[in-house]
T-cell receptor
Framework: DAGVIQSPRHEVTEMGQEVTLRCKPI?????LFWYRQTMMRGLELLIY????????DSGMPEDRFSAKMPNASFSTLKIQPSEPRDSAVYFC??????????FGPGTRLTVL | GENVEQHPSTLSVQEGDSAVIKCTYS??????FPWYKQELGKGPQLIID?????GEKKDQRIAVTLNKTAKHFSLHITETQPEDSAVYFC??????????????FGKGTLLTVNP
């Protein structure tokens, strides 16, 4: 079992650039979550997909953030344009039951 | 919305001692309370969870207790080992339509177990 796979693991970019984070959920899991982790705000849910459909995007901070799930094995989180305050660790998680969530290793994003 | 407070923010114990981490929640409708362990450079991993119809749950050296009246729950780790060193997060969730997908996390506790 490979677990949730995220890429890249680290991303450094300049303010104003587009950033795309990628996630492959665990096979057979029909729910997918994107989280952001910062020292100030802790772990925050950004968006939740069920069966590839966005169900709750109330945590997406602003229109610069968008997420897609074109199929059951792939999701992206895009930030355009990026800003320094977007620097954080972004986690993807998947779940078979809508209860226990399995987290990936995260992508550490630094926006200069 | 739900608010979860977690204490202490850091905890240092000697190997073999017990460790206790406490969380309080604000919304009495919350009914699912998981605990996650996050090691350096990794994502959080579920270690134990409890539902509101249960007061206590144990899994080997780990136990969780829930007091619904006081709206607080605690993680107890006995016989601590150096590999227990990590950041521990509590969370609370209000079940909607049979699912508890929306977790509100505490700010975390950095546990250090000294050999």
């Amino acid at each position: 079992d490979a677990g949730v796979i995220q890429s890249p693991r680290h991303e450094v970019t300049e303010m104003g650039q587009e950033v795309t984070l990628r996630c492959k959920p665990i096979s057979g899991h029909n729910s997918l979550f994107w989280y952001r982790q910062t020292m100030m705000r802790g772990l925050e849910l950004l968006i939740y997909f069920n069966n590839n459909v966005p169900i709750d995007d109330s945590g997406m901070p602003e229109d610069r953030f968008s997420a897609k799930m074109p199929n059951a094995s792939f999701s992206t989180l895009k930030i355009q344009p990026s800003e320094p305050r977007d620097s954080a660790v972004y986690f993807c998680a998947s779940s078979p039951t809508l209860n226990e969530q399995f987290f990936g290793p995260g992508t550490r994003l630094t926006v200069l | 919305g739900e608010n979860v407070e977690q204490h202490p923010s850091t905890l240092s114990v000697q190997e073999g001692d017990s460790a206790v981490i406490k969380c309080t929640y604000s919304d009495s409708a919350s009914n699912y309370f998981p605990w996650y362990k996050q090691e350096l450079g990794k994502g959080p991993q579920l270690i134990i969870d409890i539902r509101s119809n249960v007061g206590e749950k144990k899994d080997q050296r780990i136990a969780v207790t829930l007091n619904k009246t006081a709206k607080h729950f605690s993680l107890h780790i006995t016989e601590t080992q150096p590999e227990d060193s990590a950041v521990y997060f509590c969370a609370a969730s209000i079940g909607e339509g049979g699912s508890n997908y929306k977790l509100t996390f505490g700010k975390g506790t950095l546990l250090t177990v000294n050999p």
